[in-house]
């Protein structure tokens, strides 16, 4: 389907045509209906596809996925069978139209789900447009209608390849994996996700702790208790001890001498606001702050998306919320430094921060924000009677009005102790300027030292001193949380902000049985760690993290029109059924060895006692109880 040319209206004729919006989500419909009405659209309907109505059909010979790649990728693309009743009724509403006004979401997946609407609802090139916009607002919904544009081809093309892609690799890679692991699937973001929360298993596993000492100084100043950390000589720094006879002789050395307040260190510190949110940072932030599950953060957003009535109109309250970009849109500013300057001061409005871009963001997007300012927690508290969706109302009203003020300033102050060349530090650091910390009531996520009340000087010796040595053990790193996982799934560049949930979900489903999450930690079962030692050695040139980075790139250059999609598709299949064909000759096995039962002859796969200690059990278990231990 050729990109169809820009077509612009006035808004006098759109407001006396007879205008069909079809959007995504059924909570859109009234927000929007109400917001034409309000305006004076007079014959203005808003219906919903319910998300996708197509889906990508069985057959053909590229692992019965439904593609046809000696055919130009030709897909078996079909109305989902639950939505063909969504689609008549979308077809009938379509004929009586003057003009019909494709609002889907405005990433890759809502331009593919556009695309759909024109190809199973028949509509002619002539009739409809596509449209977006960021926020559901009066003002943001009549300027997208009086901004029509065609259908982005790059876009659909990047989403339809994306489709293909995942098919591709699930049909072709987790029959394998059901054979010789009994995973129910293998997919090129899940598996590796999986993989990430395996490695650091893994890595916990093996992990051998060592033990070391940390010494502090107690002591008191006008019956209030202090305590300054051990740092070493002049000639040799030191954070910690190896044994219990390092710290001891420093003890006893220390014991002949007096401790003295030889330097007090002053220097002033700025703690600059976050940038507005993306959607890893928001789904980061609901659950370390909130507790939230990726889930339901992001059911949470999409409610406020969709809006709530107030005054006696409905408005969408924040931006949308899949989007990888911290800008805030130009547009928004003007206000966004009204409210600030208004309320907290003149001078207290700043260029708001900007996260530094990485190749993988999107343009055309912006940060993930509130549509009204003015609208504060306080004030929308009489309107939702549903404490989650305040409280996340106002982690996002917070972060964008925060994102804009002035740098907070810190009053550091270090005291170095003395005992003749061996040093002791205390910190303080005080508040000086609460800048962007004003919206926070000066409680902030940072780690800062506690100010210290009282005062010292250099010179001063210090009074019922006593040394204390503490032991400690290192730790492995942590299992990922969900807020975790996402973080580093943002980071290397695997996923976009659309997939980032269900990536996390997947990993989780109880029915794949790949993982639990205990204590908010991802937990790996032993099908898990199967399935990921099963890829590392099977399929490592597919299921790794540099392999779908550099994909997840092609497809971004696909979306721009960089790069061209059957070329890439081409490529891509080839390589595939090369891995692919490669691993079924060598009959590889769920550990990547060629290990069979001592029993029964079956092969054997990874498991993992409950003490933590992996071994080779036999398929078949628990008909066969066959073991071997690993070398």
Known sequence: MARSKNTTTTSTSLKDGKLLIIVESPNKVKTISNILKTEGYKHASVVASVGHIMELGNGGPAFNSGIYPAEEFKMNLQVSEDKKKVVDNLKAQVKVAERVFLMTDSDREGEVIAWSLVHFCKIPKTKYCRVTTHEITPKAVIKALESPRGLDMNLVNAGLSRMMIDKLIGFGLSPMGKKYVGAKSIGRCQSVGLKMTADRENEIINFVPEKYYNLYLNFEKNSVKFRAKYIGTDKIPMDHFKNKNEVDTVKYMCKKGDF?????????????PKPPFCTATYQQEAANKLGLKVKDAMSCAQKLFEGINMNGQHIGLISYMRTDSTELAPEFLPDLKNYIESTYGKGTYNAPRKAKKSEQDQDGHEALRVTDVTITPDKLAQYIANDLLLKVYKLIWQRTVASAMPAAKISE??????????????????????????VYNYVDTTDEEAPIKETFVEGEKLEKTELEDVLKTTSPKPRYTEAALIKELQKQGIGRPSTYATIVETILSPTRGYSNLEEKHIVPTDRGMQLAAYCDRAFSDIINLNYTKELEKSL?????????????????????????????EMGIT???????????????????????????????YPKCNGIVNFE
């Open 413 to 438: 102050t270090t005291y170095i102790i003395n005992n003749k060349e061996h040093m002791f530090a205390m910190v303080s650091n005080e508040l000086t300027y609460a800048g962007y910390k004003e």
């Open 556 to 584: 971004d250059l696909i979306a721009t029109g960089q790069l061209d999609w059957l070329t890439y598709m081409n490529k891509f299949f080839n390589d595939l059924k090369t891995t692919i064909g490669a691993n079924t």
């Open 590 to 620: 769920a550990d990547g060895t060629d290990k069979v039962c001592p029993n029964c002859g079956a092969p054997m796969i990874v498991r993992r006692s409950r003490f933590g200690k992996l071994f080779y059990g036999c398929s078949k």
């Open 260 to 272: 003295t307040v030889s330097q007090v260190i002053k220097k002033e510190k700025t703690e600059n």
